[in-house]
């Protein structure tokens, strides 16, 4: 073997190392995470954006496992947050439906239906996923942790209702429209203006 490809695969090594590395220390940490006795500790600068702690901490930390990181634990008799998800989908679009009418007593069902759309909109579940740092939470499997999946945006709108939906099975519907009221505030102000329309436009663009 001629030094140069010695050289070539030794780096090779060296990269293939560094990268089992990373993931090693990836999926240790997520373990970590997930048997900690305490791991509403974790959730704090979260629940503070809340307003509201988890009782049953078994839940959030559903809301935030993506079916990449249970794929990845075959055996381990964890579940996704995929029903999480179509439970939040359902329970966001009462709770808007319900904001949308108080606040607009004048409007149509044509007008309410599309101010929902807007606001419940993929657009709309990413914008305040950044703002409450949802993708700081979510468990991964490293395929899609290392393609950025945290920033995507589809994944960002799934683990929003998944939160939406844990809440909504920890406290109850009127806990979360009120938490639901919150957090979309600056979209359900927006409802009626062309501010809201823009604002969706430049996401899609971005």
């Given at each position: 073997?001629?030094k140069e490809n010695f050289i070539i695969r030794h780096s090779l090594f060296d990269i293939r190392?560094?990268?089992?590395?990373?993931?090693?220390?990836?999926?240790?940490?997520?373990?970590?995470?997930?048997?900690?006795?305490?791991?509403?500790?974790?959730?704090?600068?979260?629940?503070?954006?809340?307003?509201?702690?988890?009782?049953?901490?078994?839940?959030?930390?559903?809301?935030?496992?993506?079916?990449?990181?249970?794929?990845?634990?075959?055996?381990?008799?964890?579940?996704?947050?995929?029903?999480?998800?179509?439970?939040?989908?359902?329970?966001?679009?009462?709770?808007?439906?319900?904001?949308?009418?108080?606040?607009?007593?004048?409007?149509?069902?044509?007008?309410?239906?599309?101010?929902?759309?807007?606001?419940?909109?993929?657009?709309?579940?990413?914008?305040?996923?950044?703002?409450?740092?949802?993708?700081?939470?979510?468990?991964?499997?490293?395929?899609?942790?290392?393609?950025?999946?945290?920033?995507?945006?589809?994944?960002?709108?799934?683990?929003?209702?998944?939160l939406i939906g844990a809440i909504y099975l920890d406290g109850g519907f009127d806990v979360?429209?009120?938490?639901?009221?919150?957090?979309?505030?600056?979209?359900?102000?927006?409802?009626?203006?062309?501010?809201?329309?823009?604002?969706?436009?430049?996401?899609?663009?971005?």
């Amino acid at each position: 073997m001629s030094k140069e490809n010695f050289i070539i695969r030794h780096s090779l090594f060296d990269i293939r190392f560094e990268n089992f590395k990373y993931f090693w220390i990836v999926f240790t940490v997520q373990e970590n995470f997930m048997k900690t006795p305490y791991p509403n500790k974790a959730f704090e600068p979260l629940y503070e954006e809340l307003g509201y702690t988890f009782r049953d901490p078994a839940l959030i930390l559903q809301a935030f496992r993506h079916s990449s990181y249970v794929n990845e634990q075959m055996g381990a008799g964890l579940e996704d947050n995929e029903r999480l998800e179509f439970l939040g989908d359902a329970v966001l679009d009462l709770a808007v439906s319900h904001l949308l009418m108080e606040k607009n007593s004048g409007a149509d069902e044509g007008e309410l239906s599309r101010f929902r759309s807007m606001v419940v909109d993929e657009t709309g579940l990413h914008d305040v996923a950044g703002r409450l740092d949802l993708g700081s939470y979510l468990l991964l499997g490293r395929g899609e942790d290392q393609s950025l999946g945290r920033q995507k945006p589809s994944i960002l709108a799934d683990v929003t209702e998944a939160l939406i939906g844990a809440i909504y099975l920890d406290g109850g519907f009127d806990v979360t429209k009120k938490i639901i009221e919150k957090l979309f505030a600056p979209l359900l102000e927006k409802v009626r203006t062309d501010d809201l329309v823009q604002d969706f436009k430049s996401l899609l663009q971005e």
